[in-house]
């Protein structure tokens, strides 16, 4: 008998074995150039940067959301969240599978720490999540903001005791922080580690320019904002840190799957509205737009993934068009989850992930914000089409993103047989949306 047991104890240590760690870690409204790796200026990443060193880093990685409740549905459950008749962040995912349920099922430890906007319980079983703490309570309003770690070291320091207590494996977390949402104000101590930083106009482009002019004309000092925000930036990285440092530790190292990235854009509106927006220096590199809007700078997004000896290290992949719908989809294929593709609007990326071969789409990304009537983006191949609505108005605007990821020159005109394409499949996809729409008020918007 205790041979047996012992036969079945070796059998479901071995079995947990072949199932990676998932360890997802998540900043809020980062810019899609705030970190050091993907070419901000100033800002000091090394702990996430680590990660695209032993890992791979993604250029085409889209958010499928302009606001963070679109962003996170996305990923939790491969849909849009424009497909919901009533907003997730208010309403839940319905009868909708999410990643974490699935992962469950398969025997994994669940766990989910920081931000959640995914519906109106966030109380441990749900959406199958066995461990949860955070809530949607933004940095401002929490009480440990003053830690002198940064913002978010409470969070990770729940999620490190959740890994902690589940090392033997599988576990699935997500690690939601609120770096870099406004507001933005990082104690002093954090601060002072920026006090010889001096902004140069220069050395960023135009659309970060306009956003350093307006901040100066509004009577707020740039380099104070600038310090401010890369002292914010600088904690997550230290963070990120912790958790890597501890997965070391643990041994878990070769077997666990660490992804970073965000929920869109920086925000490229609000600098110059006074008091803390002031410091809300997010930047998006040279992409149009940020976050409130379905431009590449408000959708393109970091995307990192690191997997010692399945990942290729020191990688970039500037081919594949990922998404946030993608997310269960491959997170299914390389754990053993067997899904019906026909109910998830995302697609199996592993071969990209693994460096087998560039992620060629299949299905086109759309982007709609969930009100009846507002416009309506696709990226297809190298193409992007915003499709205005009787909300919004405006003209068609296409662009070849492949060539032109500032979208700065609208080629409707030239194109015409592509826009009447892309419109005919934003428009079938419009007609099978929610024609009834449920929404309080986002306090994200």
Known sequence: MKFTLLL???????HAADKPNIVFLLADDLGGSDLHC???????????DSLAKDGTRFTQFYAMGATCCPTRTALMTSRFAATYAKYPANGGFGDHLTITELMKKQGYATGHFGKWHIGPESKPGTYGIVAISGGDEEGGKNKKVADERGRDAHIYDDAIKFI????????????????SHNPVNPIDSLVKRW???????????????????????????????????LADVESLDDSVGMILKRLDELGLRENTI???????????TKASQGGLRFNQMGFNGALRGGKHTHWEGGVRC????????NVLAGRTDDQSVISGVDWLPTLCAIAGVKINSDNFEGEDASAAWLGKAPHVRTKPLLWKTSSTGSEAYIREGQWKLRYP?????????????????AESKNLADKHSDIVKKLSAKVEAWIAK?????????????
């Open 38 to 48: 993907y070419g901000h200026p100033y800002s000091r990443t090394p702990n996430i």
């Open 8 to 14: 079945l104890l070796l059998a479901a240590s071995l």
């Open 195 to 229: 006090s010889d930083l001096k902004v140069k106009d220069s050395d960023f482009p135009p659309q970060m320019r306009m956003k350093i002019d307006e901040v100066r004309k509004a009577g707020g000092d740039v380099d104070d904002a600038m310090r401010r925000y």
């Open 258 to 268: 660490v992804v970073f990235s965000t929920d869109q854009g920086a925000d490229m």
């Open 302 to 309: 970091p995307w990192i993934v690191r997997w010692p000896g």
């Open 164 to 179: 902690e207590k589940n090392k033997s494996g599988p576990f699935y977390v997500n690690v939601w922080g609120h770096i």
């Open 433 to 445: 949306l929610p024609t009834e729409y449920e929404k309080t008020k986002d306090k994200d918007e």
């Open 389 to 405: 609505t009787r909300k919004n108005g405006g003209e068609l605007e296409l662009y070849d993103i492949l060539a032109d990821a």
